[in-house]
Structures are given as structure tokens and as C-alpha cells.
């Protein structure tokens, strides 16, 4: 069977009731002065769309492409120093909505990872011969582990993990710059995998019989969520102030008195 009609074929199969074209990992965006390219990837083959404007509400730009699981959009001609907004997936279906910033003329492109490796490993050869190595007899001090969420690596979608769909975009517009965010959907999956730290017993929570909402902070990073009831993220903040914590109300529980 002809290629092209078999991803023509399993388009049309994902777009059935309980075929949900599902986005794997957050897209993934580089930009320049005058265009930019974002990537994404699919669990099924589905057809490549992506709409863009300079107003959330407004996206009077499209780009379409081929049919296929892992998809990339090429934008020219684009605004210096410009922020841009976009929602991208298929004609059937909206993935992921996010926002970028063109960069200012004569500004360098953001390092490409292997030459950010390669800086590193430089650096790494000069330390070296700066500071005696575990070689020559010093011990070196251990780098603490970083610690993930221990129930998935995976977070699931945003629209299952964040509580009111509408309200994401201006919660990662506000926040996302908080966590390092590279869209709408990492700045919800790290706010998943916040929660899962605190069902494992690494951060304290309080409960509030008020509004049923869960709050969770990291005294460490200062970092704050607020969650419904039923475990969908409401809020996702840094609010830098350690005094912040102890005005929350609601009681403070452990993991084992949490039902979701």
C-alpha cells in the first residue's frame, strides 16, 4: 500500500471516538530575528497545523503540513523582537497553545546544545587543571541527586492535569517564567509532577474544608500550587516569600489522608 495512503488511513482512524490524537512531550520552539520553528510529536499520524497571530485572540495566520507523527512548522517573514502567540495540532484537533518572542536584530541565536556541551567540556578540562581531580588524591565533593516525581515520568495531558482549561495560558503568561516554562503544557505537567512530590511525602500540604482545595509548598524553592479536589491543578507560582505559607489557610495533612 501506497505511503502516503496508509498515514492518509491512520489519520482518519485517530480522528474516531477513542482515537484521540495525543501530543508526546511539550513542543519544542527556536526562533531568530525573522522567523521561528516549532516541533512537535504525536503518538498517532495526523495532519500538521498551526495558527499564529500577535493577539491571543486573534491568530489570523495558518501553516498546514503533511500528515504524520512528528510534525514541524517553518514561520518567515516574521516582527523583530515581537511576542507571538499560537495553537498548533490538526484541522481536527488543538494540541498545545503557547507563545514565543522573536529576537531583536543583531542578536545571536540562542547556542545549539552541542555547543553548549562542548563550552562545558572546555570548562571542565580548565577546572581540571585548576583543581587537583579525585586522581591526584583529593576527593571530590558528591553533586546532590535531583530528585523526579516518583509515580510517572510521563505527565499526562494538560487538559486532564489542569482544573479550568481556559484560565492555562494566562497562568503560564504570569507564571511560566517562574519554572522555566517552554509552553503552556510543560508549565502543567510540572505543576503535575509538583503534586506527585507531595503525594510521596516530600512536601508539606494543607487542606482547606472551605473551597476543598489542596495547597503544597516547597520551603526549599519557595514554590506554591493550589489544587481542586479532585487533583487538577489551580494555580502554579513562586511567590518568593516564606511568610507566604504560613497565611494559607486550611489544615495541614499528610499523604495518606488524600483520596486521589
Known amino acids: 500500500m501506497d505511503r502516503r495512503i496508509l498515514l492518509l488511513l491512520i489519520s482518519l482512524l485517530a480522528a474516531l471516538p477513542g482515537h484521540a490524537v495525543e501530543l508526546i512531550g511539550a ?8 522567523r521561528a520553528t516549532l516541533r512537535w510529536n504525536t503518538d498517532l499520524a495526523s495532519g500538521t497545523r498551526l495558527q499564529y497571530g500577535k493577539q491571543a485572540h486573534q491568530l489570523d495566520q495558518k501553516v498546514e503540513g503533511p500528515v504524520t507523527e512528528a510534525h514541524e512548522v517553518v514561520l518567515k517573514d516574521l516582527a523583530p523582537d515581537t511576542l507571538y502567540y499560537y495553537t498548533l495540532g490538526s484541522a481536527r484537533q488543538k494540541l498545545s497553545t503557547g507563545s514565543f518572542k522573536t ?9 545549539s546544545p552541542a555547543t553548549v556541551e562542548a563550552k562545558k567540556s572546555i570548562l571542565g578540562r580548565v577546572i581540571d587543571l585548576i583543581i587537583p581531580s579525585e586522581k591526584a588524591g583529593v576527593k571530590e565533593k558528591a553533586v546532590p541527586e535531583v530528585k523526579v516525581a516518583p509515580a510517572q515520568s510521563r505527565a499526562p495531558p494538560a487538559r486532564q ?6 484560565t492555562l495560558q494566562d497562568h503560564y ?23 506527585q512530590r507531595a503525594k510521596a511525602g516530600e512536601l508539606p500540604m494543607k487542606w482547606d474544608d472551605s473551597d476543598q482545595s489542596l495547597r503544597v509548598y516547597d520551603p526549599k524553592t519557595l514554590a506554591f500550587a493550589a489544587y481542586n479536589r479532585d487533583g487538577t491543578a489551580k494555580t502554579f507560582f513562586r511567590p518568593n516569600n516564606p511568610s507566604y505559607w504560613q497565611r494559607q ?3 495541614a495533612i499528610r499523604s495518606t489522608e488524600l483520596r486521589f
Do not use: M, N
Not at 161 to 166: A, K, L, N, Y
Open 27 to 34: 513542543p519544542k520552539i527556536e526562533v531568530e530575528t525573522t
Open 103 to 111: 529576537t531583536r536584530a543583531g542578536d545571536s541565536p540562542p547556542p
Open 161 to 166: 492535569t489542569w482544573g479550568r482549561w481556559e
Open 173 to 195: 503568561d504570569r507564571h511560566g517564567a517562574d519554572f522555566a516554562s517552554r509552553s503552556p503544557e510543560d508549565y502543567a505537567a510540572q505543576a503535575w509532577h509538583f503534586l
Open 249 to 251: 489557610p486550611g489544615r
